[in-house]
């Protein structure tokens, strides 16, 4: 008589209760590992003989998808406009001369090892396997990023007459506020519909762990904010705790429109990683395996579909002249607002979609401390600070900590203000660092003597970016799927723009969707 | 015509506004920096000369009390009982013998450098100024340690089944379903009260922002949880979002009671630290510089006043025999719990107070595991896993990313539920062991298989020790102030107890007060 696994499931719950039917699922390995271990595909060796792929792009997604395609034995070729690898992901360090279109910038930091800037991505969520399992294979060692210090600020030039706060007092005192309100309101009955009478007791309990209620289900501040005084905590003796800061002003400043709870957001959440030493060790790590397959300095000009492939046109800079390349599929990583002024004969779908595609006018400005002011006079490691002015926020470096110097990282724009990446973008890049300096200074009195050096990138601005990444967290169907032999990868080319996994996985599915045709073929 | 700061700082803030007030106020000095730089007594160099004091205990109280007294010149031997220094502050690795009074473990670790246990205290809060002041002054190396991993797990034997649930999940739904009753109570006019007209708004936008609810304020999931399926995040394609939990198993599961919050407590907030290589890096530190003042095996067996000072009658055990000292002060460390056994002509509150303290009784449990499985098969990297069970926490490394092996903690047990420390004391090591892998079982099926070796502390059964922490927040009055020319200290002296911090505090304040004395005198 048969029993499915079902039936055989429902029979152990039964007689043994659920936790035993979760552990009988787990070793069934119904339940499977809680997360895929290996994310890049695995294509079969050789399988890929005698196949020729052009890659447009040596960012992470390009080299991905080479270091992919290479194992499986396809004959891979780069096509890299500049002449570095890394696309976005750029670590900038004392001697390094940086370039935008109108512009170009000498970094003036001291040598030393800790004293560098993430000029694009800066950070790796435990959950993007895709990056981290690179990391793992590769060597690179890792160290936590701090997004959520509690001890770092949040700056409001309306609210609490222009002073920061600390991160532990907002985010204490909103949970105290909010679990008092709750509080009341079932305690007046209003919520009687919505919550049975065990579940009413249950709720008010949970509130007053959740806020640090008072027995009379009342906030009248909590150990959890600090103490005053220049000792943030209880030491030989108790001291006075903080006084809560006003609600109203609270609800008036913007702290909670997202800032408060950066750190909930998914791909913010702990644990946050970086490559110690800077998060072109990826980049370089990359390098290191297909570099002998990237042609640099090698501009596209041209995207033709072949009845059998594709045919890419493109200036050869160092020699200053054209060239081309035949293969039977390109992966195009090239950033949408560059991709669209490359002549092609792209659908009109695949046009449409490339033109549809906004980039944030994201700018990062990377700023030289004499004194890690921020370690020795507020005791803040890593972390950031929020403030409702342009630069946004003040990053403190997760590394070098109880170094005499640090970089941190003075503004990090994304627009969250309507405007502001474009008025940091339009600037020289000494006004940028002056007005940087002149916002932080509300922050950190006194800041300006502390700052001896400074570097910017403004996206945008940048050649053969044009944009930081694309404001849409989803892509257009039409990058999704091949057009003719040419696949699109890039973060673009993906529902998680902004992010090295989305480089990463979107080059997967293109080595996997090129691997399917040509076995299916 | 005389003009007070104050009134100075009323005339900028009338005209400039309080946002100039407080920069005024700052470029003054009158806010100061926001923290004590440094907390270390200065005393004058030499100030102490002449002056012996005997100091019972060599913790990191009594070693920081030796190193600040012989900056200044004072005459310092400090007695300890045991053959190493540190006290509590206890790391152990592989061919370490550790010792319970009736219980000897040999620890099996392999012997690599990630590879250990901090047995005793095992992070540093961002706010311990003493203790990261001397960390800095004595180049000892710190790397994040991680409290709040969204990744990690909260199991309840009688929530979800017996199936762990994610910390993204919990909060994110916890969130939401605050979130969602308050705002439908806000819109039930039920805290008209309570709210202005302006403030309703804003607490519904606040709220909405907060728990992420849909435009009809309802809590529907949230990508804040994560997606389904093994990938976690959204990927070329966005996922479907995670089922919410349960609200009504959400109640009635534990995590809510503290350990959803754990992260928000004061000594718990992020930025943590440890010393990269183990937590006795600073016991290290500080026996490099205080280590020729130590007795070491010198078990104290008496405690007198003597009219102008102290004496200290001693076994020493390397030679079996009484011996005594006479100094000018004692600074005492001794453990309240063994403190009260020796014999002592303390005053009657001296000793009631001594009497009075009750020591947390504290288990941790390393367990070596064979490969980084948490890592692996669930991208948990460092954090805590909370369970209802006694071993009460899992700790995941949050150092040796990506190596082979690691080491866990497989249990850190303080009592949540009463008799928790005393039923895992009792046991014998392998007992513990075997328990403390069962329960795990619970968390991560499969377990089992995974742990090869395993090391136990119960410190209510250590010798010279006998109790992990003070269980009151706030030390008797009467360990606050000398008993005639003995000070008393370690963290059982302070409102901090169980923290390194405390134990460096009250030493601080011993020195102060004995340089106060003798400054008087």
């Given at each position: 008589?048969?029993?499915?696994?079902?039936?055989?499931?429902?029979?152990?719950?039964?007689?043994?209760?659920?936790?035993?039917?979760?552990?009988?699922?787990?070793?069934?390995?119904?339940?499977?590992p809680?997360m895929a271990q290996a994310t890049a595909p695995e294509l079969?060796l050789?399988?890929?003989?005698?196949?020729?792929?052009?890659i447009?792009?040596a960012g992470i997604s390009g080299m991905t998808a080479a270091y992919e395609l290479s194992k499986a034995?396809?004959?891979c070729?780069i096509?890299?406009?500049?002449?570095r690898a890394g696309g976005r992901n750029l670590t900038v360090r004392?001697?390094d001369?940086?370039?935008?279109?109108?512009?170009?910038?000498?970094?003036?930091?001291?040598q030393e090892d800790h004293l560098y800037a993430n000029m694009g991505p800066a950070r790796i969520p435990y959950h993007h396997r895709a990056i981290l399992g690179y990391c793992k294979e590769f060597g690179v060692e890792l160290e936590v990023f701090t997004?959520?210090?509690?001890?770092?600020?949040?700056?409001?030039?309306?609210?609490?007459?222009?002073?920061?706060?600390?991160?532990?007092?907002?985010?204490?005192?909103?949970?105290?506020?909010?679990?008092?309100?709750?509080?009341?309101?079932?305690?007046?009955?209003?919520?009687?519909?919505?919550?049975?009478?065990?579940?009413?007791?249950?709720?008010?309990?949970?509130?007053?762990?959740?806020?640090?209620?008072?027995?009379?289900?009342?906030?009248?501040?909590?150990?959890?904010?600090?103490?005053?005084?220049?000792?943030?905590?209880?030491?030989?003796?108790?001291?006075?705790?903080?006084?809560?800061?006003?609600?109203?002003?609270?609800?008036?400043?913007?702290?909670?429109?997202?800032?408060?709870?950066?750190?909930?957001?998914?791909?913010?959440?702990p644990t946050m990683f970086q490559p110690v030493g800077g998060m072109d060790a990826i980049a370089r790590a990359f390098r290191a395996r297909v570099g002998h397959l990237i042609?640099?300095?090698?501009?596209?000009?041209?995207?033709?579909?072949?009845?059998?492939?594709?045919?890419?046109?493109?200036?050869?800079?160092?020699?200053?002249?054209?060239?081309?390349?035949?293969?039977?599929?390109?992966?195009?990583?090239?950033?949408?607002?560059?991709?669209?002024?490359?002549?092609?004969?792209?659908?009109?779908?695949?046009?449409?979609?490339?033109?549809?595609?906004?980039?944030?006018?994201?700018?990062?400005?990377?700023?030289?401390?004499?004194?890690?002011?921020?370690?020795?006079?507020?005791?803040?490691?890593g972390?950031?600070?929020?403030?409702?002015?342009?630069?946004?926020?003040?990053?403190?470096p997760s590394n070098g900590y109880?170094?005499?110097?640090?970089?941190?990282?003075?503004?990090?724009?994304?627009?969250?203000?309507?405007?502001?990446?474009?008025?940091?973008?339009?600037?020289?890049?000494?006004?940028?660092?002056?007005?940087?300096?002149?916002?932080?200074?509300?922050?950190?009195?006194?800041?300006?003597?502390?700052?001896?050096?400074?570097?910017?990138?403004?996206?945008?601005?940048?050649?053969?970016?044009?944009?930081?990444?694309?404001?849409?967290?989803?892509?257009?169907?039409?990058?999704?799927?091949?057009?003719?032999?040419?696949?699109?990868?890039?973060?673009?080319?993906?529902?998680?723009?902004?992010w090295q996994e989305g480089a990463a996985l979107?080059a997967h599915?293109?080595v996997?969707?090129?691997?399917?045709?040509?076995?299916?073929?």
């Open positions: 008589m048969g029993m499915t696994k079902r039936d055989f499931l429902r029979s152990i719950g039964a007689v043994a209760g659920v936790g035993a039917a979760y552990h009988t699922m787990s070793a069934l390995g119904l339940l499977g809680a079969p050789g399988s890929g003989y005698g196949k020729r792929v052009v447009l792009g034995g396809y004959h070729t096509l890299e406009a500049t002449n004392g001697g001369v940086i370039r935008e279109i109108d512009n170009r910038q000498w970094v003036d930091f001291d997004n959520d210090n509690r001890g770092a600020l949040f700056h409001n030039a309306e609210a609490f007459g222009g002073a920061p706060v600390t991160g532990r007092q907002v985010m204490t005192d909103l949970r105290g506020y909010i679990a008092e309100l709750l509080a009341k309101a079932v305690s007046r009955d209003a919520l009687d519909d919505e919550l049975s009478g065990d579940d009413k007791e249950r709720v008010l309990a949970m509130l007053t762990s959740f806020g640090d209620l008072d027995p009379d289900h009342l906030y009248t501040g909590s150990g959890r904010s600090g103490y005053q005084g220049e000792q943030v905590h209880a030491g030989v003796s108790p001291g006075s705790l903080n006084d809560r800061l006003d609600f109203s002003q609270l609800l008036k400043a913007d702290f909670w429109e997202y800032k408060l709870h950066f750190g909930h957001f998914l791909n913010q959440n042609r640099f300095e090698s501009v596209v000009e041209e995207i033709l579909k072949r009845p059998e492939g594709v045919r890419i046109v493109y200036r050869n800079q160092r020699l200053n002249q054209e060239e081309a390349i035949e293969a039977d599929f390109a992966i195009c990583t090239i950033p949408a607002p560059v991709l669209r002024d490359i002549p092609n004969d792209f659908s009109a779908e695949t046009q449409a979609a490339i033109a549809s595609i906004e980039f944030v006018h994201a700018v990062k400005i990377g700023l030289q401390a004499r004194r890690r002011f921020w370690e020795e006079d507020h005791a803040i490691y972390g950031i600070s929020w403030t409702d002015q342009d630069i946004t926020q003040i990053w403190y109880h170094q005499t110097k640090g970089v941190i990282m003075g503004a990090y724009i994304w627009d969250d203000q309507p405007g502001q990446g474009l008025r940091f973008t339009r600037m020289t890049p000494p006004e940028r660092l002056r007005m940087a300096i002149a916002e932080g200074e509300q922050i950190h009195p006194g800041y300006t003597d502390e700052i001896e050096s400074g570097v910017s990138r403004a996206w945008l601005n940048v050649p053969f970016q044009k944009g930081g990444w694309p404001r849409n967290s989803e892509a257009p169907p039409a990058l999704l799927k091949p057009d003719g032999a040419i696949y699109f990868a890039g973060d673009q080319a993906t529902a998680l723009p902004g979107a599915a293109a996997e969707a090129i691997h399917a045709r040509v076995t299916a073929g």
